[in-house]
């Protein structure tokens, strides 16, 4: 167990609507982050928050949207969804904002657009 | 830009094999961060070691080692005495820091090696 978590871990929604995946990182990081995980796409960076601040921003479509809320949980929206967006939604966290931080990750939100 | 390369795809082995991993990568920068994650067919990703560019020592944990070489770029995984647990896709990554006045953090990820381990 990583310390950090995933809610919903499966989800199944219709093309068109929107999502709101929610992650909760480990205890004391202050760092987090989303990964997307795809058969065609592999495990791509799609954004990074850093206590409330976004740090980095990776391959995110603009139809996708992430805050980082002051208690530090993170929140990543997914609107106007598409059969392709189906996918492994990964959040993870660390202590740092820079690469001397080693990156946990969650178990995963498993999104299937129908 | 960078870059994470593991060619093989897929590994077959029966039990009590000794097995390696392959991630080669690519770089511009001196200092850098690579990374071996797990991934059991559960989903999760599960960190199991990483390595700073400075330092190239080997490091062993039980039936697994690592192989860093800075003169070919790679950082090998070996796992000693497979087992059926071991089976799950493995990948190999590689942190940079992003250029900007604040540094962020961004994995790159090799397209990962599915490990079969049979009994």
């Known amino acids: 167990d990583s310390g950090v978590t995933q809610t919903p871990k499966h989800l199944i929604t219709a093309t068109g609507q929107r999502v709101t995946l929610r992650c909760s990182p480990r205890?004391?990081?202050?760092?987090v982050y989303w990964y997307q995980q795809s058969l065609d796409q592999g495990l791509q960076f799609l954004i990074q928050?850093?206590?409330?601040?976004?740090?980095a921003k990776g391959n995110i479509l603009e139809r996708f949207s992430a805050q980082q809320f002051p208690d530090l949980h993170s929140e990543l929206n997914l609107s106007s969804l598409e059969l392709g967006d189906s996918a492994l939604y990964f959040c993870a966290s660390s202590t740092l904002a820079d690469p001397r931080g080693t990156i946990y990750f969650g178990e995963g939100s498993w999104l299937t657009v129908v | 830009a960078q870059k994470v390369t593991q060619a093989q795809t897929e590994i077959s082995v029966v039990e009590k094999e000794d097995v390696t991993l392959d991630c080669v990568y690519e770089t511009r920068d001196t200092t850098y961060y690579l990374f071996w994650y797990k991934q059991p067919p559960s989903g999760e990703l599960v960190f199991l070691i990483r390595r700073n560019s400075f330092d190239e020592q080997n490091e062993i944990s039980g039936r697994y080692s690592w192989n860093f070489q800075k003169s070919t770029s790679s950082f090998n995984f070996t796992i000693t005495a497979s087992q059926v647990v071991d089976s799950a896709v493995y990948f190999c990554?590689?942190?940079?820091?992003?250029?900007?006045?604040?540094?962020?953090?961004?994995?790159?990820f090799g397209g990962g090696t599915r490990l079969m381990v049979k009994p």
């Open positions: 928050y850093y206590n409330g601040e976004e740090r």
């Open positions: 205890s004391g990081d202050l760092s």
């Open positions: 990554a590689l942190s940079e820091a992003i250029s900007n006045n604040n540094a962020g953090n961004m994995l790159t």
